[in-house]
């Protein structure tokens, strides 16, 4: 199962999400595809996955505020968008061990390592989209692996006390910077972080 989440409108590529599913499924006739989110494109995304044959392998499943917890029973995630922020979907879905195909685009290529913790297509690609998912179920690319590599990522760089770590070391860079005299009088003192778990949910 292919899982993805976001909100149903045009800079979230999702038509392109049900292009490539339909390339995919004709290929792998066990795949299917579950889509997590509501918004403007819902019915024309629905009336796109009748056209093309997918009704049954091909859920809009609308909107869930625990998708985290869905996250790990799919096999892999994509994410379709024709632009992004940091998208909090892709840290949960590595976070859970799922590899991932995304578009490089926006702050994506900052979380997924392509071939490592996932596979980075050009973005309005349906045919790349494709590829990325068939080459996760036909053996091109160890799955587990990509999905453990991504959970060490999401751990060791964005788990908030990583965060917190990184903030604090900032904030002591520009008070050093800004009031030397402090620093050295022993006025700002770092303070003691707690070292991440070895898994933790974003």
């Known amino acids: 199962i292919v899982g993805a989440a976001g909100r149903l409108s045009p800079e979230k590529g999702f038509g392109y999400l049900v292009a490539a599913a339909a390339a995919a499924a004709a ?4 795949l299917g595809f579950i889509l997590f989110g509501t918004g403007p494109l819902r019915e024309s995304l629905a009336a796109d996955i009748r056209a093309r044959g997918l009704e049954g392998r091909f859920i809009l499943a609308g909107f869930r505020e625990d998708i985290g917890t869905l996250l790990p029973h799919v096999d892999a995630v994509v994410l379709p ?7 909090v979907v892709l840290l949960e879905a590595m976070a859970a061990g799922r590899p991932v195909v995304a578009t490089n685009v926006g702050g994506i290529p900052e979380v997924v390592d392509d071939g490592v913790t996932g ?3 050009a973005p309005a690609s349906a045919a790349e ?3 990325g998912i068939i080459s996760l179920f036909t053996g091109a690319v160890d799955r587990a692996a ?4 991504g959970r060490e990522r999401v751990r060791r760089d964005f788990f908030v006390t990583t965060q917190c770590v990184k903030y604090q070391a900032l904030f002591e860079r520009l008070a050093a910077r800004k ?10 003192r770092p303070a003691a972080v707690a070292a991440p778990p070895a898994v933790g949910v974003v």
């Open 27 to 30: 290929q792998l006739p066990d």
């Open 81 to 87: 968008s024709l632009t992004e922020g940091l998208p």
């Open 119 to 121: 596979k980075l297509v």
């Open 129 to 131: 989209l494709a590829d």
């Open 146 to 149: 990509m999905g453990e590599a």
């Open 179 to 188: 009031r030397p005299h402090c620093v050295a009088a022993g006025l700002y």
